[in-house]
T-cell receptor, first 115, second 112 residues
Framework: GAGVSQSPRYKVAKRGQDVALRCDPI?????LFWYQQALGQGPEFLTY????????KSGLPSDRFFAERPEGSVSTLKIQRTQQEDSAVYLC?????????????FGSGTRLTIV | GIQVEQSPPDLILQEGANSTLRCNFS?????LQWFHQNPWGQLINLFY???GTKQNGRLSATTVATERYSLLYISSSQTTDSGVYFC??????????????FGRGTQLTVWP
């Protein structure tokens, strides 16, 4: 597609439920990133894929967070047994891994609220 | 991780005014980028600028890598410039982009 698409746009879940957030990157973009943005803060890195390989997951806050990108395109971020501190905007970004284009393109994010 | 400090944290301007936003880094400047987050939450890439100066319309950016800072200039500001401006840096060199470290942003409000 023309941009990075994320769904759902908004998600409300009860504490303890599992949630799955989807990211559809720009076609052909090799790199895919997930960030978490709390209210009033800058985005914080969660994890990074190059094609289907998860090269860095050091930012995932706990083992309740899991991300996958099985075919090197669409990615899913899953949060198990959600807690209130998981409430945030989850941003996905992709980039074209070449020698000339280094810029990120972000999606509009999924605003997750845990009640 | 890399420390990224942005100033000022808040900026209120009258339409037509000019402004300068600053970003300081604790580590070497590699893949320095400036972003604008509009009131709907969309993060838009403004500049990729690990060094030197770039201009795009009313916006320009300068990075002085040896002194570990970058500046974003907004001239003749408009109400549509309102939002949060972030700078971000990474440790990675060359063509591989990895983890970006973001500052806390500058909240810009432009009044008509």
């Amino acid at each position: 597609g023309a941009g990075v698409s994320q769904s759902p746009r908004y998600k409300v879940a009860k504490r303890g439920q599992d949630v799955a957030l989807r990211c559809d990157p720009i076609s052909g973009h090799v790199s895919l990133f997930w960030y978490q943005q709390a209210l009033g803060q800058g985005p914080e890195f969660l994890t990074y894929f190059q094609n289907e390989a998860q090269l860095d997951k050091s930012g995932l806050p706990s083992d309740r967070f899991f991300a996958e990108r099985p075919e090197g395109s669409v990615s899913t971020l899953k949060i198990q047994r959600t807690q209130q501190e998981d409430s945030a905007v989850y941003l996905c970004a992709s980039s074209l891994l070449t020698g000339v284009n280094y810029g990120y393109t972000f999606g509009s994010g999924t605003r997750l609220t845990i009640v | 991780g890399i420390q990224v400090e942005q100033s000022p944290p808040d900026l209120i301007l009258q339409e037509g005014a000019n402004s300068t936003l600053r970003c300081n880094f604790s580590d070497s400047v590699n893949n320095l980028q400036w972003f604008h987050q509009n009131p709907w939450g969309q993060l838009i890439n403004l500049f990729y600028i690990p060094s030197g100066t770039k201009q795009n319309g009313r916006l320009s950016a300068t990075t002085v890598a040896t002194e570990r800072y970058s500046l974003l200039y907004i001239s003749s500001s408009q109400t549509t410039d309102s939002g949060v401006y972030f700078c971000a840096n990474s440790r990675d060199r060359g063509s591989t982009l990895g983890r970006l470290y973001f500052g806390r942003g500058t909240q810009l409000t432009v009044w008509p």
